[in-house]
């Protein structure tokens, strides 16, 4: 009889050690490891905190709990590849990646792949071959393309609409100067030619003036542009790779009391916004920061849980595209 005692004790213990949740009877954590190129990007900034707020949501909503980690690698790839290295090692179940260097994408899948954690990477694309590469690799983003054509829609819009609002010095001919990101970066190069194609494509007259790089810095920008305009520049538009080097162009055009608001961005932060609102900018194109962040936050999730992503919107080929739209000041 205490033999069967001894057996039932045994096997309710069992029971109850393999139904308790890992970690010591705490609920089992979600953990998701987030490295960024840059903390101080704004748009970046934003994308995480719409991520954080996602998980917030979703743990309060469902009852899970979830661990999101962002890491700064402060445009360092070697720093980046240190802190995907320690999330690897601390056994974090997922990893949303913006790199430093798109390039540099085959170590940090290669890395993943030993340990079997997913990889989503946002915001820098990958190279085709990498995204193909393994199976449980994806991409969360914009289409590069798109939005330099749609920067081009808000200029050729008030072109056909009032040409005389752009074309200042009456030549026919508009004068423009273009603010560049990253000299390396996939989509600094393809909105920096993609928009002004599509200008010419649709038949308006371009002369560039004036361009450079500025990192995507709204210091820079704002450096660059006063340059320009102290030298005596003819600028009838300033086109910008995004929205805080829009900004800063804007912010040397107000130090220098010019009546001169043809400035374009591309991101749709929440500063840009309200510039197009103030009549500072001529407008925008808003990738919806929110939207990336809560896509990213879902697709990591699913695919930390171990749950299949096919049927989320927007999937195709392992990539979901966010829509985006213009925002203008007139």
């Given at each position: 009889?205490?033999?069967?005692v001894c057996a ?7 029971c109850?050690?393999a139904?308790?949740p890992?970690?010591?009877?705490e609920e089992?954590?979600l953990r998701i490891g987030?490295?960024v ?6 748009y970046?900034?934003?994308?995480t905190q719409a991520?954080?707020?996602?998980a917030?949501v979703w743990s309060e ?5 979830v661990?999101?980690t ?7 790839q070697n720093t980046?590849?240190e ?6 090692s601390l056994?974090?179940?997922?990893l949303?990646?913006?790199?430093v ?8 899948i290669?890395k993943?792949?030993e ?10 694309e990958p190279?085709?071959?990498?995204l193909e590469?393994w199976?449980?690799v994806?991409y ?8 330099a054509?749609?920067q ?8 056909e609409?009032?040409?005389?609002a ?7 001919i ?12 996939q989509d ?6 993609v928009?002004?194609q ?6 308006v007259?371009?002369?560039?003036v004036?361009s450079?790089i500025?990192n995507?810095?709204r210091?820079q920008a704002?450096a660059?542009?006063e340059s320009w305009l102290?030298e005596g520049a003819d600028?009838e ?5 995004n929205?805080?080097?829009?900004l800063g ?6 130090r220098?009391g010019?009546d ?6 591309i991101d ?6 309200e510039a197009?609102e103030?009549g500072?900018?001529?407008g925008?194109v ?13 697709l ?8 299949e ?10 990539t979901?595209?966010i ?6 000041a007139?």
């Amino acid at each position: 009889m205490k033999r069967r005692v001894c057996a039932l004790l045994a096997a309710v213990l069992l029971c109850l050690t393999a139904c308790a949740p890992r970690g010591g009877g705490e609920e089992e954590t979600l953990r998701i490891g987030v490295a960024v190129y840059k903390g101080t990007d704004t748009y970046i900034t934003n994308m995480t905190q719409a991520m954080e707020a996602a998980a917030q949501v979703w743990s309060e909503e469902s009852g899970e709990r979830v661990q999101l980690t962002v890491s700064d690698a402060q445009e360092n790839q070697n720093t980046q590849n240190e802190q995907i290295d320690r999330f690897l090692s601390l056994g974090y179940d997922v990893l949303c990646v913006n790199l430093v260097d798109r390039t540099d994408a085959a170590r940090v899948i290669g890395k993943a792949r030993e340990a079997d954690v997913p990889v989503v990477f946002f915001n820098r694309e990958p190279v085709q071959e990498d995204l193909e590469s393994w199976e449980k690799v994806y991409y969360v983003g914009s289409d590069a393309r798109q939005s330099a054509q749609l920067q081009a829609q808000i200029v050729l819009e008030l072109w056909e609409s009032d040409p005389t609002a752009l074309d200042k010095n009456g030549d026919g001919i508009l004068q423009y100067a273009m603010l560049e990101g990253e000299s390396r970066h996939q989509d600094a190069m393809i909105r920096t030619e993609v928009s002004v194609q599509t200008l010419r494509d649709a038949g308006v007259p371009l002369e560039r003036v004036e361009s450079g790089i500025a990192n995507w810095e709204r210091s820079q920008a704002d450096a660059l542009t006063e340059s320009w305009l102290l030298e005596g520049a003819d600028l009838e538009l300033i086109l910008c790779n995004n929205d805080d080097m829009a900004l800063g162009a804007a912010d040397a055009v107000d130090r220098l009391g010019l009546d001169f608001h043809s400035i374009v961005g591309i991101d749709g932060t929440p500063q840009g916004l309200e510039a197009v609102e103030d009549g500072r900018l001529l407008g925008t194109v808003v990738m919806d920061y929110s939207a990336h962040g809560a896509a990213i936050f879902q697709l990591a999730r699913t695919l930390g849980v171990g749950e299949e992503p096919s049927d989320m919107g927007n999937m195709e080929n392992n990539t979901i595209r966010i829509p985006m739209y213009i925002q203008k000041a007139w």
